[in-house]
């Protein structure tokens, strides 16, 4: 059975900080790996989507890397502001079907 | 233009009542998932819609939680005599269902189910 793993599950940093987050997962067998962004009340956003077969995707200041025959994937964020305060989630995509399977979450503190 | 919507935001009810909870979709998108939140955990998959039909409901707790989509379009989860267990944030995605790797999903803002 699929277990996707987030540490730690809070951080908190000052404002203009290079972070890392990190996501493990059980079973390197895959369809792909997404973040996503929650924010209170207002549901969650996709930020990232590594496919099985890519190493990283980069969107803006936000760096997503994935390593499958260790489980492992980091969400980087770069210069980090307080707007990007908020938990961030890692989801894994199991082969051949759009269940997603979701680890607790990080929530991110970014201080003025 | 719009995203996925749900209603109510918040549902306060009593311990055996049945609630029905409600998500509109983006407007065009085929596949829709239902997914169930507890405090301080990740969404935890119910059910994935594939235009009308349940493509896959192996997330379903048991029998007194079900799934509708009639038309393709909206869908109303409904759970029968609620438990105290049943308290959560259930959220609706949809996605646009082509089969393509990329296919991402977009979440409305959730339904906060609270069973006193």
């Not at chain 1, 995707?57 to 025959?69: F, M």
């Not at chain 2, 085929?30 to 594939?50: D, H, K, N, V």
């Not at chain 2, 192996?58 to 409904?78: H, I, W």
């Not at chain 2, 609620?82 to 609706?92: I, K, P, Q, W």
């Amino acid at each position: 059975k699929q277990e996707v793993t987030q540490i730690p599950a809070a951080l908190s940093v000052p404002e203009g900080e290079n972070l890392v987050l990190n996501c493990s997962f059980t079973d390197s067998a895959i369809y792909n790996l997404q973040w996503f962004r929650q924010d209170p009340g207002k549901g969650l956003t996709s930020l990232l989507l590594i496919q099985s077969s890519q190493r990283e995707q980069t969107s803006g200041r936000l760096n997503a890397s994935l390593d499958k025959s260790s489980g492992r994937s980091t969400l980087y964020i770069a210069a980090s502001q307080p707007g990007d305060s908020a938990t961030y989630l890692c989801a894994v995509s199991p082969d051949s079907n759009y269940q997603l399977i979701w680890g607790a979450g990080t929530k991110l503190i970014i201080k003025p | 233009g719009a995203g996925v919507s749900q209603t109510p935001s918040n549902k306060v009810t009593e311990k055996g009542k049945y609630v029905e909870l409600r998500c509109d979709p983006i407007s065009g998108h085929t596949a829709l998932y239902w997914y169930r939140q507890s405090l301080g955990q990740g969404p935890e998959f119910l059910i994935y819609f594939q235009g009308t039909g349940a493509a896959d409901d192996s997330g379903l707790p048991n029998d007194r939680f079900f799934a509708v989509r009639p038309e393709g379009s909206v869908s109303t989860l409904k759970i029968q005599r609620t438990e105290r267990g049943d308290s959560a944030v259930y959220l609706c995605a949809s996605s646009l269902g082509d089969g393509r790797t990329t296919d991402t999903q977009y979440f409305g803002p959730g339904t906060r189910l609270t069973v006193l």
